[in-house]
T-cell receptor
Framework: DTGVSQDPRHKITKRGQNVTFRCDPI?????LYWYRQTLGQGPEFLTY????????KSRLLSDRFSAERPKGSFSTLEIQRTEQGDSAMYLC?????????????FGNGTRLTVT | AQKVTQAQTEISVVEKEDVTLDCVYE???????LFWYKQPPSGELVFLIR??????QNEISGRYSWNFQKSTSSFNFTITASQVVDSAVYFC????????????????FGKGTKLSVIP
């Protein structure tokens, strides 16, 4: 169990640029989540995958955001035409299939700064 | 809609003191799960405990203990004999067991309590 891995750890970009983040979940976990955390707040749900299917998206996820999980393994989160309000920590988490009690295992996150 | 409130934004204690972090939740479901996570300065959220809504037994793990009371919708976390390594932001979170949309069982987090343990 190597844990959830996220890349890069930090990303600084100029407003209007596109960025892409990668998440590698724990290998036997078929559920994958993306959360966003801003300073002084708890993580907020963005989207969820069961294997390769994206089954739920938060209203927080604007049209500029897109996530994929090809082949049900790693996942990518892309933000197009970044805005300063997109600056946040983007967290990936994974869990096993089960009831709502399966704990989420989080990665270290990708900190995005939009200048 | 579900909601988690952590009224304490920041707490400072001197090492070896006991400290309790409060968590109050709201949910319409009768079946749900409650969690505590620790977020040290490194940023990674570390899972501490999970309780389901049918199990109100208090739990103790070393210096950590949790008090779950459905009557007051609270799930409080106590650290006994605090240590500097306990300094972190602690989050309480709620997951409803019933399907939410496509069964994501997404977690709803509180805003967190920043605990500083002073040597």
């Amino acid at each position: 169990d190597t844990g959830v891995s996220q890349d890069p750890r930090h990303k600084i970009t100029k407003r209007g640029q596109n960025v892409t983040f990668r998440c590698d979940p724990i290998s036997e976990h078929n559920r994958l989540y993306w959360y966003r955390q801003t300073l002084g707040q708890g993580p907020e749900f963005l989207t969820y995958f069961q294997n390769e299917a994206q089954l739920e998206k938060s209203r927080l996820l604007s049209d500029r955001f897109s996530a994929e999980r090809p082949k049900g393994s790693f996942s990518t989160l892309e933000i197009q035409r970044t805005e300063q309000g997109d600056s946040a920590m983007y967290l990936c988490a994974s869990s096993v299939t089960g009831s709502g009690g399966s704990p989420l295992h989080f990665g270290n996150g990708t900190r995005l700064t939009v200048t | 809609a579900q909601k988690v409130t952590q009224a304490q934004t920041e707490i400072s204690v001197v090492e070896k003191e006991d400290v309790t972090l409060d968590c109050v939740y709201e949910t319409r479901d009768t079946t749900y799960y409650l969690f505590w996570y620790k977020q040290p300065p490194s940023g990674e959220l570390v899972f501490l405990i999970r309780r389901n809504s049918f199990d109100e037994q208090n739990e103790i793990s070393g210096r950590y203990s949790w008090n779950f009371q459905k009557s007051t919708s609270s799930f409080n976390f106590t650290i006994t004999a605090s240590q500097v390594v306990d300094s972190a932001v602690y989050f309480c979170a709620l997951s409803e067991a019933a399907y939410s949309g496509a069964g994501s069982y997404q977690l709803t987090f509180g805003k967190g309590t920043k605990l500083s343990v002073i040597p």
